[in-house]
């Protein structure tokens, strides 16, 4: 009797650590939309019978979650989106922008930002980062909450469907410099997006000062002491050397943009160049920090990207100089 009592000991203890060591906390599956504020947004209220506006039908499609996951001994929260047809998916980060609840991912974003990647086929998952969306921890704009987005490959393998030989990341504005710092960091990444992404810290703060002391100066560990360095940190422009060479960064920039000039993409693509980093910028004219008058390009071209090189395995261009 003691021997069977002692095995069951050892079985329940290493469930117990078997379960510790998940880093996905909860997955709930959003069903009911109508509790939702987006939810007049998406269905035709023409039509006498609830349904989908014809651009929103993939909803369908696809599987919104929220997510809560482990990151340093935080509990972070976020959204998944997959398809629901089974099947082994490339995957794709997103990193989102803004600070605190400026820019806090919404159901909305579940459903559209996440879902219309979902839709062609891939498992896509953000993060709200510490502090944030309920998060635990103290967001650091770009200091130890990158640990939450470099964590997230170990998250997608306890999800179903999720291949995560195949990721790439896409981030817009400030989640344009989480997604710099973190390819620096990580080496399973196949392909990354930037939109509006923020490369120069110093160059922010001079042509929006407000920046530096409502957002740098409150989020930023010891800002006042080490300006220089956690700035340095935070401006890709700074160390574009320490790109890894194989991963493809697709660029995208609206010339009209005023919360982050289009210099700072321009210029870090010259160091690119120096630095023989394979990308493709595409500076669009007339287009405010979101891009919003061309919208419809732009979600063509980030599919485009990550198809190449994420659904179709397609080889890295030839970065030395060659031709006739």
């Not at 069903?31 to 506006?53: E, F, G, R, V």
């Not at 990193?95 to 930002?113: C, E, M, S, V």
């Not at 996440?114 to 635990?136: H, P």
Request: charged share 25%; net charge neutral; aromatic share 10%.
């Amino acid at each position: 009797m003691k021997h069977i009592l002692a095995i069951l000991l050892v079985l329940i203890t290493l469930t117990t650590h078997a379960q510790d060591s998940n880093l996905l906390i909860k997955k709930e599956l959003i069903t009911d939309w109508q509790n939702y504020p987006i939810y007049p947004h998406l269905i035709d209220s023409s039509s006498p019978k609830k349904q989908w506006k014809p651009e929103y039908r993939y909803l369908d499609s696809i599987e919104v979650y929220s997510i809560t996951y482990r990151s340093d001994g935080f509990k972070i929260n976020g959204f998944m989106a997959k398809p629901k047809k089974a099947g082994n998916y490339p995957c794709v980060i997103y990193n989102r922008g803004g600070n605190r609840d400026f820019g806090a991912l919404k159901i909305f974003h579940g459903a559209i930002t996440l879902g219309k990647l979902a839709k062609e086929g891939y498992v896509v998952i953000a993060s709200q980062y510490r502090g944030n969306g309920g998060s635990e921890g103290k967001e650091e704009f770009g200091g130890k909450d990158v640990n939450d987005i470099i964590i997230l490959p170990e998250v997608l393998k306890e999800i179903q469907g999720a291949d995560t030989d195949r990721i790439g990341m896409y981030g817009w504005s400030r989640g344009g410099m989480m997604t710099y710092i973190s390819l620096t960091k990580m080496d399973n990444i196949k392909a990354a997006v930037v939109g509006g992404a923020l490369s120069d810290t110093f160059s922010t703060i001079k042509d929006r000062p407000e920046m530096e002391s409502k957002v740098m100066a409150e989020l930023i560990p010891n800002y006042t002491e080490n300006k220089a360095l956690e700035l340095e940190k935070r401006s890709a422009i700074k160390w574009a050397d320490k790109f890894p060479k194989h991963i493809p960064i697709l660029m995208l920039h609206g010339n009209s943009d005023w919360r982050v000039k289009p210099e700072q993409s321009l210029n870090l693509a010259l160091e690119f160049e120096k630095n023989r980093i394979p990308y493709r910028l595409i500076i669009f004219e007339g287009g405010d920090h979101g891009i919003s008058e061309h919208r419809d390009e732009v979600n063509t071209q980030v599919l485009k990207w990550f198809d190449r090189y994420l659904k179709n395995g397609e080889q890295l261009p030839n970065m030395e100089y060659h031709g006739r």
